[in-house]
C-alpha cells in the first residue's frame, strides 16, 4: 500500500516509515500538522492515511476534510487513526468522521500488521476490544446520537444496514451468535453460553461469515456497530464472563 503518515513527532513517524517499508508498503509522504497531512493528502493520492489524533490542527479536522474531499472526488483513501488516546470521544469522533480504524500506539508489532492487511482487504482497522466498547456505548444508549455510522452515510457506505434486511437476513440465533462474536467470545464460549455443542456454533459463525460477506470475526464485531445488526439488549457477555 501507499501510505502516508500524519503525526507531529518525527521520531515516530520515522519508526512507523522504516517499519511499512521493511513489510514491502510504500510512504509516499510525513505531515506534522492537520493542514499538512490534507494538502499530501490532496497531492499524493495515498491507499492509507495512518493519522493521529492530537495533532497541530487536530487529525479529526483533518479527517473530516480528507473524507470530504474523497466524497466529491471518488478517492478511495483510507484513513485509521493512529494515537495514543483512549479518550471515547476521540474514538467516535473519528468514527463519525469517516475514519476506517482506530488504534493505539500500544499495539504489538504483529498486531498492528494484522490491522494493516484488514484495512487492504478492505476491512476495518479496529482491535476487538475497541469494537466492544463502541458497542457498549450504542447498546446502552449512553451517546447523544445513537444512531449507527453507516446509517449516518460515514464509514459504513450505501450499504450499510443492508444486511439487516436484505435477502441473506440474519436468523434471530445468528443475531445472538453476532453479539457474543462482538463482545470476544470465543466459539466455545459462545456454545457453552447458548448450550448448544461447538460445532453448532461454529456453522451459526460460518453462515454468519457467508451472509455478511466478512471474511473475520474481527470485520464481523465492526459491521454489527456500523450496521447497527446486534439486537438492541443482548445479553451482557462481558459481564458474565
Same mark, same amino acid.
Given at each position: 500500500m501507499r501510505v502516508l503518515?500524519?503525526?507531529?513527532?518525527?521520531?515516530?513517524r520515522d519508526g512507523i516509515a522504516s517499519l511499512l517499508r521493511s513489510w514491502g508498503h510504500e510512504v509516499v509522504g510525513q505531515a506534522g500538522t492537520a493542514d499538512e497531512a490534507?494538502?499530501?493528502?490532496?497531492? @499524493? @493520492?495515498?491507499?492509507?492515511?495512518?493519522?493521529?489524533? &492530537?495533532?497541530?490542527?487536530s487529525g479529526l479536522s483533518a479527517t473530516r476534510a480528507i473524507t470530504a474531499a474523497a466524497a466529491e472526488t471518488g478517492a478511495t483513501t483510507a484513513i485509521v487513526m493512529l494515537t495514543a488516546s483512549e479518550d471515547e470521544d476521540d474514538l467516535f469522533e473519528a468514527i463519525k468522521a469517516g475514519a476506517q480504524g482506530y488504534l493505539l500506539k500500544n499495539l504489538e508489532s504483529s498486531q498492528? &500488521?494484522?490491522?494493516?492487511?484488514?484495512?487492504?482487504?478492505? =476491512?476495518?482497522?479496529?482491535?476487538?476490544a475497541t469494537a466492544v466498547r463502541i458497542l457498549?456505548?450504542?447498546?446502552?444508549?449512553? @451517546? %447523544?446520537?445513537?444512531?449507527?455510522? %453507516?446509517? @449516518? %452515510?460515514?464509514?459504513?457506505?450505501? =450499504?450499510? %444496514?443492508?444486511?439487516?434486511?436484505?435477502?441473506?437476513?440474519?436468523?434471530?440465533?445468528?443475531l445472538e451468535v453476532l453479539g457474543l462474536v462482538t463482545a470476544g467470545l470465543r466459539n466455545k464460549e459462545i456454545a457453552a453460553r447458548l448450550q448448544v455443542s461447538e460445532n453448532t456454533a461454529k456453522f451459526h459463525l460460518r453462515n454468519i461469515l457467508e451472509k455478511l460477506h466478512a471474511g473475520s470475526r474481527t470485520e464481523l464485531a465492526a459491521r454489527a456497530v456500523r450496521e447497527g445488526l446486534v439486537p438492541p439488549d443482548p445479553a451482557d457477555a462481558k459481564a458474565e464472563h
Amino acid at each position: 500500500m501507499r501510505v502516508l503518515l500524519a503525526d507531529d513527532h518525527p521520531l515516530f513517524r520515522d519508526g512507523i516509515a522504516s517499519l511499512l517499508r521493511s513489510w514491502g508498503h510504500e510512504v509516499v509522504g510525513q505531515a506534522g500538522t492537520a493542514d499538512e497531512a490534507v494538502r499530501l493528502c490532496s497531492d @499524493r @493520492r495515498p491507499d492509507l492515511v495512518l493519522m493521529d489524533v &492530537r495533532m497541530p490542527g487536530s487529525g479529526l479536522s483533518a479527517t473530516r476534510a480528507i473524507t470530504a474531499a474523497a466524497a466529491e472526488t471518488g478517492a478511495t483513501t483510507a484513513i485509521v487513526m493512529l494515537t495514543a488516546s483512549e479518550d471515547e470521544d476521540d474514538l467516535f469522533e473519528a468514527i463519525k468522521a469517516g475514519a476506517q480504524g482506530y488504534l493505539l500506539k500500544n499495539l504489538e508489532s504483529s498486531q498492528f &500488521r494484522a490491522m494493516l492487511e484488514a484495512v487492504e482487504r478492505g =476491512e476495518a482497522a479496529i482491535t476487538p476490544a475497541t469494537a466492544v466498547r463502541i458497542l457498549e456505548e450504542y447498546r446502552h444508549g449512553d @451517546r %447523544g446520537d445513537n444512531q449507527p455510522v %453507516g446509517a @449516518r %452515510g460515514g464509514a459504513g457506505g450505501p =450499504e450499510a %444496514g443492508a444486511a439487516a434486511g436484505g435477502p441473506d437476513r440474519l436468523t434471530d440465533r445468528e443475531l445472538e451468535v453476532l453479539g457474543l462474536v462482538t463482545a470476544g467470545l470465543r466459539n466455545k464460549e459462545i456454545a457453552a453460553r447458548l448450550q448448544v455443542s461447538e460445532n453448532t456454533a461454529k456453522f451459526h459463525l460460518r453462515n454468519i461469515l457467508e451472509k455478511l460477506h466478512a471474511g473475520s470475526r474481527t470485520e464481523l464485531a465492526a459491521r454489527a456497530v456500523r450496521e447497527g445488526l446486534v439486537p438492541p439488549d443482548p445479553a451482557d457477555a462481558k459481564a458474565e464472563h
